[in-house]
């Protein structure tokens, strides 16, 4: 099975500040690896996919590097709405045995 | 608009079963991979199952291999997921979600509904 270990497990950071979250694979994804936000009752939202591509509809300020075992989710300045729980996720496996970093709480400093 | 619409959650006694439906709309519900991830309360997320967009490719986490079964019709636009033998670890909201890419494979999810609770308690 392949493990992901995201850190830290709680950033706390100020509006406009910068955050960098990690996520690390037990084994090479390449770049088979997703993010996603929640927010509190809400479901999950597609940020990035292919390590470093951002969905439909998801501001510039949001941008994921890395490959292998080693990826980073960049927010550049943070807003408000961006305080969240953050999930990275990897697709590497066939036939698919996807799983789930423990995620990254952002929270307001 | 791409819509997903979860139902079925309820309360159930362990060793129990619930089958869970998931209504698609605003997109070709054929043309797309689905996938079911559930969220303890309280916990992060968990995959559960996928289901290829002609429904004959299935694949399962090994948490629930044997006890689950996922399917879909068509015809229906209708994602759903039988639960047989259910565990109090099965506890969590259960989340239908569709694969970004038309005829592709079930890898990552842009759309997804907001979530059925399912409590397996006595």
Do not use: H
């Not at chain 2, 969220?39 to 291999?65: F, M, N, R």
Request: charged fraction near 15%; glycine fraction near 10%; proline fraction near 4%.
């Amino acid at each position: 099975e392949i493990v992901m270990t995201q850190s830290p497990a709680t950033l706390s950071v100020s509006p406009g500040e910068r955050a960098t979250l990690s996520c690390r694979a037990n084994q090479s994804l390449t770049s088979t690896l997703a993010w996603y936000q929640q927010k509190p009752g809400q479901a999950p939202r597609l940020l990035i996919y292919g390590a470093s591509t951002r969905a439909t509809g998801i501001p510039a300020r949001f941008s994921g590097s890395g490959s292998g075992t080693e990826f980073t989710l960049t927010i550049s300045s943070l807003q408000s709405e961006d305080f969240a729980v953050y999930y990275c996720q990897q697709y590497n496996n066939w036939p698919p045995a996807l799983t789930f970093g423990g995620g990254t709480k952002v929270e307001i400093k | 608009e791409v819509q997903l619409l979860e139902s079925g959650g309820g309360l159930v006694q362990p060793g129990g079963s619930l089958r869970l439906s998931c209504e698609a709309s605003g997109f070709t519900f054929s043309s797309y991979a689905m996938t079911w991830v559930r969220q303890a309360p309280g916990k992060g997320l968990g995959w559960v199952s996928g289901i290829s967009d002609t429904g004959i490719s299935t694949y399962y986490a090994d948490s629930v291999k044997g006890r689950f079964t996922i399917s879909r019709d068509n015809s229906k636009n209708t994602l759903y997921l039988q639960m047989n033998s259910l565990r109090a670890e099965d506890t969590a909201v259960y989340y239908c979600a569709r694969a970004r890419t038309p005829r592709g494979v079930v890898n990552y999810f842009d759309y997804w509904g907001q979530g059925t609770l399912v409590t397996v308690s006595s």
